[in-house]
């Protein structure tokens, strides 16, 4: 099995070069689930493209094809252009962060680091210092000495993160990294791998079911529902134009609120908008977000507040409108002041497209 | 505590408190007093009985270390270090033998196999004694099925050796090491394995670099446990060999039983302190490991 | 690659499938293939009838059935006290009960013996030379029961340990409390209910401890069933094999019920050779 790609080594100066990553058709079942159905997907060069999903939507799935520890039932992994389906996972040129506890627990952190080197045969001096510079990189020269019991959860992710680049992988794979750990350090460490990608320029792929987290840090987010793609676009078209209804409520919050399609116009809460989505005429949903939808207090009104909830600098109201759906909308703290739960209220949508979806019956 | 309730009146709640704590202490008190008269007594026979010797005309009894130097030397030292062998043989390989059928059971997909072989090497593990003995001596023994069918006897075999012993020991060693080690396979991340492939390791590498490492404390940890149940072990030596290979238990049975010169009681006790001795030592090299390993793999 | 791992895996199984079902299947062969008689199951069905076997059973159940009451009297409130009101003894508590590992039980009774010889030597004129006597009744010999206890102390204390760790007593009890139980009624029914797969765990592990403890019996002079099984062993080899087998059997069961009843992890019960 010689493949040329496995024949980079660590001395070619391969991170300058980002790679191309491409998803064929792939196909994988186990026993009676899908979990990749037909999956088409290109990551372009030095691009951070998060996979979002719910859990069993395939995403961890495609990535653990990407570093060889899923084979595909059909369809073909390429880097570069280069088929390395076949390819096994310790020649694979792809580094890869895991979701926790990935270290290896006899070992220091500068030994974990270099533990590629080491399985290279890369002489002691050489990995060490090669292995302190990337603890330097992620911040934890200090800890060089220190096992893995002896750190915490976000300092143990920094050092596999450190790990994961030690072989200068030309792709970087993050399978959930941040999941475990608490919500302050997940922030600050999800800031760090953004600006260390950034600083490297290496095609990275992200796993997460947090579409704060995705958006937050992605170049391109790619939307995966039942093993296929569902879109994938950068964050701010993600959220203003989402491509399906499953889409739109997976990212961000929506709401659904019933209206009727005709000729390509909608009319929901007593006003007619143009419509967006490929839906037949007649009864459909109308998706909108919280922060389109106005909500003003208006004793005439057919609507109740429901409920309010304080974020912050907005108020986000619940309310009930006359058929009984409820909708969110987010309002700026002071409108909000005078609506307690049972205020009758009027609601309104601006005056543009909004997206239409087939009813749900409830 | 219970849950101490705001209350006026401090009085009662420190009153109820001392009441309660009473039955705490007491719970434990039977269990201590216990074990002092069961387990203290004879344990305090043996210490005083291994530096005792009795003046047999005039039955003045004397404090002296000449027990413990005469279970030192001749048949008893023979003896203690057949035994030390027998058990550093026997775990050895039962640690090399059970860590592949550990594996074998743990890497394997199937609920009812892993449930099957555990529950097997749980009856094989206690399977010691008399029975263990009878079975292997109707299996290989002289006038065993596989000795009479196969002609095994022509070609030097004997069940009643140093090597047939070890045989034997293993039938519940091995058992007793799958049951050791499988919490430890068990605690292997999988992602251990594949950070390393990750990492550029093949799969040999990965079992030389990261798993056998790990697993060092727990399998010098099951060496110990196992070193220590051969040595303790007496019934199957008993039912099978009678003397014909020298062990300590069988030496101290001896001497209890006045099979062999009368007075010798007392050296059987320095015996015995000989082998708490090796106990503890196995003790104590087994407990540290123990933790390091509940440290690496249970984080 | 895969399947060759799946090859690997099966030749390991297999070889040690073998070595562990050869035995078993040879001392069967053995038990039933007498030379001279052609098959035969005399070995089996005279069990019943030999001398001895009834009795030594009986006396090994007896035995079984007094340390289980005994052990779980003693350590079932010392465990739980250790959790609610006297933490501070456990340390106490945990090397009292990792004592009897570390003397192996041909030390220990070879201590037990002395012991016993005190009471002829120093104390025939004493009330307590009566209390000699009859611990070392052979109807019912109650010194096996103490140094039983004392083997089973390790098993028994881990055993309920694991069990109490899963259950949080203390928040039980203060749960219990404030539903208004006294301190009894709150152990009795709130606790003890949910320890029973431990209790049931600490019973198997003694019960399969005493039916197979050889050493100290044999040493002190008693006859309970592992006992018996030597002793016929001279004299009748084709039947000592057979209650070995059928022992085996036994023992098997207890642990499958075991297993099913408690739903139990810890199969380690007390090595024993």
């Not at chain 1, 909500?295 to 309310?319: K, N």
């Not at chain 2, 040999?204 to 110990?224: D, E, F, M």
């Not at chain 3, 019996?217 to 059928?246: D, E, H, K, R, T």
Request: with cysteine.
């Amino acid at each position: 099995m010689t493949h040329t790609m496995t024949a980079t080594t660590l001395e070619k100066a391969v991170s300058e070069q980002a790679a191309t990553v491409e998803f064929r058709s792939l196909r994988r079942e186990f026993g009676s689930t899908v979990a990749l159905d037909g999956l088409d997907l290109t990551v372009r060069p030095g691009e951070f493209l998060a996979l979002l999903g719910p859990s069993g939507c395939g995403k961890t799935t495609a990535l653990r094809m990407l570093a060889g520890f899923e084979h595909p039932d059909s369809g073909a992994v390429l880097v570069d252009g280069e088929d390395v389906t076949h390819v096994p996972a310790h020649r694979r040129d792809a580094g890869m962060v895991f979701q926790s506890y990935s270290l290896f627990p006899h070992l220091n952190a500068v030994d974990n680091v270099a533990f590629g080197l080491r399985m290279r045969k890369v002489r002691t001096a050489e990995r060490r210092s090669r292995a302190a510079e990337l603890l330097e990189l992620v911040g934890l020269g200090d800890k060089a000495e220190r096992y893995p019991h002896q750190l915490s959860g976000g300092q143990q992710q920094r050092i596999a993160l450190a790990r994961a680049l030690a072989l200068r992988p030309r792709v970087l794979l993050l399978d959930e990294p941040l999941s475990a750990l608490d919500a302050k350090v997940r922030l600050s460490l999800r800031e760090e791998i953004r600006r260390l990608q950034q600083e490297l320029g290496i095609t990275t792929l992200f796993v997460t079911h947090d579409q704060e987290e995705a958006l937050s840090v992605a170049d391109r987010v790619a939307v995966m529902r039942a093993g296929r793609l569902e879109q994938c676009a950068g964050p701010a078209e993600l959220y203003g134009r989402p491509a399906t209804a499953f889409v739109a409520e997976f990212v961000g919050t929506m709401s659904r609120i019933p209206g009727e399609l005709e000729d390509g116009t909608v009319q929901v809460l007593g006003q007619r908008l143009p419509a967006d989505g490929e839906v037949p005429d007649g009864a459909v949903d109308v998706l909108v977000r919280p922060e389109a939808v106005r909500v003003h207090a208006d004793e005439q009104g057919s609507a109740r507040v429901v409920a309010t909830a304080f974020l912050g600098a907005v108020v986000r109201v619940t309310v009930r409108l006359a058929d009984g759906t409820e909708a969110k909308a987010d309002l700026p703290a002071h409108e909000a002041a005078g609506l307690g739960a049972g205020s009758p209220v009027g609601v309104s949508l601006p005056e543009r497209a909004v997206l239409v979806a087939e009813r749900i019956q409830k | 505590m219970t849950a101490a309730l705001p209350r006026a009146d401090v009085a009662p709640v420190a009153s109820a408190k001392r009441r309660r704590r009473a039955p705490g202490w007491l719970a434990v008190v039977p269990l201590l007093v216990f074990t002092a008269i069961a387990f203290g007594l004879p344990a305090v026979a043996i210490v005083d009985g291994a530096f005792t010797v009795k003046d047999a005309t005039t039955g003045a009894a004397s404090y002296t270390g000449a027990n413990l130097t005469a279970s030192l030397q001749g048949p008893y030292l023979t003896a203690l270090l057949g035994s030390v062998k027998l058990s550093a043989i026997s775990a050895a390989l039962g640690v090399l033998l059970g860590l592949p059928l550990a594996q074998a059971v743990v890497s394997s997909r199937s609920r009812a196999l892993r449930e099957a072989v555990l529950t097997a090497s749980g009856v094989l593990a206690n399977f010691g004694g008399v029975p263990l003995a009878f079975a292997f001596v109707a299996t290989l023994g002289n006038a065993g099925v596989l000795t009479v069918h196969l002609g095994l006897k022509d070609s030097g075999w004997d069940l009643y050796s140093f090597w047939g012993l070890v045989l034997v020991y293993l039938y519940f060693l091995v058992p007793l090491m799958v049951l050791t080690i499988t919490p430890a396979l068990d605690g292997l991340r999988t992602q251990w394995r594949e950070a390393a492939l990750n990492n550029g390791a093949t799969g040999v590498q990965y079992w030389r670099h990261v798993a056998l490492p790990v697993l060092a404390p727990s399998l010098l940890g099951g060496l110990v446990l196992l070193f220590g149940s051969a040595f303790a072990a007496y019934a199957t030596a008993a039912a099978m060999v009678g003397s014909a290979v020298p062990l300590v238990t069988l030496q101290i049975a001896d001497a209890l039983s006045g099979n062999v010169l009368v007075g010798q009681e007392n050296v059987a006790l320095a015996l015995s302190l000989d082998m708490v001795l090796v106990a503890g030592l196995v003790m104590a090299v087994y407990l540290p490991l123990q933790r390091r390993s509940a440290r690496w793999l249970d984080a | 690659m895969a399947r060759r791992l799946t090859l690997w895996r099966w030749v390991v199984l297999g070889l040690a499938a073998l070595y562990f079902l050869v035995p078993l299947g040879a001392s069967v062969v053995f038990t039933v293939d007498v030379p001279g008689h052609g098959i035969t199951f005399d070995a089996y069905s005279k069990i019943l009838s030999t001398e001895g076997f009834v009795s030594s059973l009986l006396l090994s159940l007896e035995l079984a059935v007094t340390t289980i009451a005994v052990v779980l009297l003693l350590m079932v409130p010392a465990a739980v006290a250790l959790r609610l009101g006297a933490p501070r003894l456990r340390p106490v508590v945990e090397v009292v009960c990792s004592l009897p590992l570390v003397v192996p039980p041909i030390a220990f009774v070879a201590g037990i013996v002395s012991v016993l010889k005190w009471g002829p030597e120093h104390l025939s004129r004493t009330p307590l030379f009566q209390t000699f006597v009859a611990i070392q009744d052979p109807d019912f010999p109650v010194v096996l029961v103490l140094a039983y206890v004392v083997m089973a102390l390790p098993f028994v204390y881990r055993a309920l340990d694991a069990g109490l760790r899963a259950i949080d007593v203390r928040t039980l009890v203060e749960a219990a409390r404030s539903c208004g139980a006294s301190l009894p009624q709150a152990l009795v029914r709130a606790v003890l209910p949910n320890l029973r797969g431990a209790l049931l765990n600490a019973a198997f592990l003694t019960l399969a401890l005493v039916l197979g403890e050889f050493t100290v019996a044999q040493l002190l002079g008693f006859c309970p069933f592992a006992v018996w099984i030597y002793n016929i062993g001279g004299s009748q080899a084709q039947m000592s094999v057979a209650v070995s087998v059928l022992s085996l059997l036994v023992t098997w069961a207890l642990l499958l019920a075991l297993a099913g009843a408690g739903g139990g992890r810890s199969r380690t019960a007390p090595p024993r050779g």
